[in-house]
């Protein structure tokens, strides 16, 4: 398995433009979590999936944020409109089981809004 | 909800020496506590974990050991090298199991 990937890998965009990001987890995994990286706030989890459904959005930060998982094997983060201090590092994780297997990371996507 | 605090937030060790670095958490039903090692511009990967059954857990230069009690976890690098430099993070899981949360993070230098 190649692991976790996603895309882009780096994205910039002017302020108000709509982001859309993508995951593909590890084939097998049931859960899908979303992670915002900065210096300031941390590993930041936004939401996380069980079986393609959301299970805990309390860390989309507003309404502007947005995930689906429409199968097993993809899933978007989608920002409308971005910001400025949407500026991070998004990263998508899987695991088989969550909080007791191993959560695999993807490469991140490094979103610069302009 | 889980909340989990790590110590120090930067670490300078000379090569050779050990680096220690403590987490406490929360939650007295959390179960599993992972740490992940992040590289500059990498993505965190996971170099050891330990769950709430057992005290200790070693893995060649690296070691991880749990308080219950005290609701306190830590990471042990001996020997430390060069390359052992990155932004290291505990987490523990929540009293669901269902998802981890983090610690800040601990910018580990090691000085040759």
């Known amino acids: 398995d190649a692991g976790v990937i996603q895309s882009p890998r780096h994205e910039v965009t002017e302020m108000g433009q709509e982001v859309t990001l993508r995951c593909k987890p590890i084939?097998?995994?049931?859960?899908l979590f979303w992670y915002r990286q900065t210096m300031m706030r941390g590993l930041e989890l936004l939401i996380y999936?069980?079986?393609?459904?959301?299970?805990?959005d309390s860390g989309m930060p507003e309404d502007r944020f947005s995930a689906k998982m429409p199968n097993a094997s993809f899933s978007t983060l989608k920002i409308q409109p971005s910001e400025p201090r949407d500026s991070a590092v998004y990263f998508c994780?899987?695991?088989?089981?969550?909080?007791?297997?191993?959560?695999?990371f993807g490469q991140g996507t490094r979103l610069t809004v302009v | 909800g889980e909340n989990v605090e790590q110590h120090p937030s930067t670490l300078s060790v000379q090569e050779g020496d050990s680096a220690v670095i403590k987490c406490t958490y929360s939650?007295?039903?959390?179960?599993?506590f992972p740490w992940y090692k992040q590289e500059l511009g990498k993505r965190p990967q996971l170099i050891i974990d330990?769950?709430?059954?057992?005290g200790e857990k070693k893995d060649q230069r690296i070691a991880v050991t749990l308080n219950k009690t005290a609701k306190h976890f830590s990471l042990h690098i001996t020997e430390t090298q060069p390359e052992d430099s990155a932004v290291y993070f505990c987490?523990?899981?929540?009293?669901?199991?269902?998802?981890?949360?983090f610690g800040a993070g601990t910018i580990l230098r090691v000085k040759s």
């Open positions: 994780a899987s695991s088989f089981r969550a909080g007791v297997t191993e959560a695999f």
């Open positions: 084939s097998g995994h049931d859960y």
């Open positions: 999936f069980n079986n393609n459904v959301p299970i805990d």
């Open positions: 939650d007295s039903a959390s179960n599993y």
């Open positions: 330990i769950r709430s059954n057992v």
């Open positions: 987490a523990a899981s929540n009293k669901y199991g269902n998802k981890l949360v």
